[in-house]
């Protein structure tokens, strides 16, 4: 009697469920099982300069391909392991990675850099700095040239403390800098009172750049206020030349995007940076340098 009722009452609360409340418990499933399958993986995104079209790094970037559920965006699975935790271990694996490829790559390019997304999540747990300063020593690079990219999400919760996490950062020798702006309710302002190097501007802006003179006014005076403050601008998503164009314009400090590299495999980087070796400069700047 007792067991059939559970039974129910566990199908009432089964049908109870939305289709997403079921797809988040569903990831969250696959996402411990991938964990132990080591089914994640990292691509990279080469970042340019916009002044000389030189490849100057790449941003790591998480992706999954699940046994049961084949490519999960990772806008989707993200969130998910935000919120059950999981991020901490997948963020573990992503910087173990990324540092360690990195020393590959600085082989030949000593500059190479590396930028690496930290989530909220990862920025309360306690073990974060002590898990970096492990990984960074045992693969021999040094943090100049790294930067860690958190969204104002961090600020949120706990401005104090998350600044106290992002300047010890900056003292380990690492950059940081301020994610998606553009989005969300992240300000001029936040750039004055946190601790940033880089700020780095959202597609979405950098996508109404063309079609919206005002947003394009609005950019213009972001960037130079970044460097009255002395950050570095990096905008994100540049799929077309004539953004790149404005971005040149504005005095941008570098990119990526479609139009450059989509995110690729550490192979593919290993073939880009022979390419780029010496003279190498991308097609699309030159281009543009060319009146
Ligand atoms: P994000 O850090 O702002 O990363 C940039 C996103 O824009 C990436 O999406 C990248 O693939 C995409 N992108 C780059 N260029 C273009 C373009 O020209 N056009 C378009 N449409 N998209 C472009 P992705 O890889 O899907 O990542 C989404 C978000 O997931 C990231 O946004 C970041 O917030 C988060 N994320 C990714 N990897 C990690 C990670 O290792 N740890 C954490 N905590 N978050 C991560
Ligand atoms: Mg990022
Ligand atoms: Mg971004
Ligand atoms: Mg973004």
């Not at 079609?211 to 213009?220: A, F, G, K, Q, T």
Request: net charge negative; proline share 3%.
């Amino acid at each position: 009697e007792a067991k059939g009722g559970g039974r129910n009452i566990g199908k009432f609360f089964e049908e109870g469920m939305n289709q997403g409340m079921k797809r988040r418990l569903l990831l969250e499933q696959k996402i411990r099982e991938s964990l132990v399958k080591n089914r994640f993986y990292l691509s990279y995104q080469p970042e340019f300069d916009i002044a000389t079209g030189q490849m100057v790094g790449v941003e790591a970037l998480l992706r999954w391909r699940c046994e049961e559920l084949g490519d999960v965006a990772s806008d989707e699975f993200i969130p998910v392991a935000e919120s059950t935790g999981l991020i901490i271990p997948l963020g573990e694996m992503v910087w173990r990675t990324a540092v360690q490829q990195l020393a590959s790559w600085r082989r030949t390019r000593p500059d190479f850099q590396l930028a690496v997304n930290l989530s909220p999540r990862q920025f309360r747990d306690t073990g974060l700095i002590s898990g970096i300063a492990r990984e960074l020593e045992h693969s021999g690079v040094c943090a100049e040239g790294i930067t860690f990219e958190i969204t104002e999400g961090v600020l949120l919760d706990d401005q104090l403390n998350s600044d106290r996490l992002l300047q010890r950062l900056r003292d380990m020798g690492f950059s940081v800098a301020m994610d998606d702006f553009g989005t969300g309710y992240s300000s001029l302002s936040y750039l004055r009172s946190h601790p940033f190097d880089v700020l780095k501007v959202d597609k979405t802006f950098i996508q109404e750049l063309e079609s919206h003179p005002r947003d394009r006014e609005l950019l213009r005076a972001a960037v130079d206020m970044a460097h009255a403050l002395n950050l570095k601008v990096v905008a994100e998503g540049i799929e077309t030349s004539a953004q790149l164009h404005w971005l040149r314009d504005m005095g941008c400090d570098s990119g990526q995007g479609y139009l450059f590299c989509r995110p690729v495999s550490a192979a593919d980087i290993d073939r880009l940076l022979v390419a780029f070796s010496g003279a190498g400069r991308l097609a699309e700047v030159k281009n543009l340098q060319t009146p």
